[in-house]
């Protein structure tokens, strides 16, 4: 959660900051961009660890407040980080005989993507749509779906 918090909150005080030097808004940008990076590695390295839905569903519960934030960079921060989470997920999920049958925290995250799809900033609506259909991907996963048809039907 602190690195959420760090790494949103350095984003949001960097665009709130108007600093004239362009050498020193360079070096922060490219500091803001290896952090967000680093939190993608990291991420997926959970996920690899504990490929659980209730990894990914904490993963969006940190998420979830930024997504609702006004400021078009929190929002797209965080759709874009959920959908590395989401990609990950799809890539890396293996359903065995004792697994769950549904994907729980599916409906809610939808839910909570729905309106992001309709965003002013075109980039965070490009990735709640990247969201959903992993999103879809992956409840169609538990329900038993062939991957031809669900993408087919996307």
């Excluded at 108007?18 to 961009?33: F, I, N, P």
């Excluded at 992993?134 to 329900?143: A, D, K, M, N, T």
Aim: aromatic share 8%; with cysteine; charged share 20%.
């Amino acid at each position: 959660k602190a690195c959420f918090s760090t790494i949103f909150s350095s984003f949001l005080e960097h665009q709130a900051s108007k600093t004239e030097d362009y050498a020193v808004a360079s070096l922060l940008e490219q500091q803001l961009s290896s952090m967000v990076n680093k939190l993608h590695i990291l991420i997926r390295e959970l996920l690899r660890q504990d490929m659980e839905q209730s990894t990914l569903d904490e993963i969006f519960t940190m998420l979830e407040p930024w997504l609702k934030l006004d400021q078009d960079l929190s929002r797209e921060l965080s759709v874009n980080i959920f959908q590395g989470a989401l990609d990950a997920y799809v890539k890396g999920v293996k359903l065995g005989v004792n697994s769950p049958s549904n994907f729980t925290p599916g409906p809610y995250m939808i839910g909570a993507m729905i309106p992001r799809c309709c965003d002013p900033s075109k980039s965070v609506r490009r990735f709640a749509m990247e969201c959903l259909q992993h999103l879809l991907r992956i409840l169609s996963l538990y329900e038993g779906l062939a991957v031809e048809t669900v993408e087919q039907a996307l």
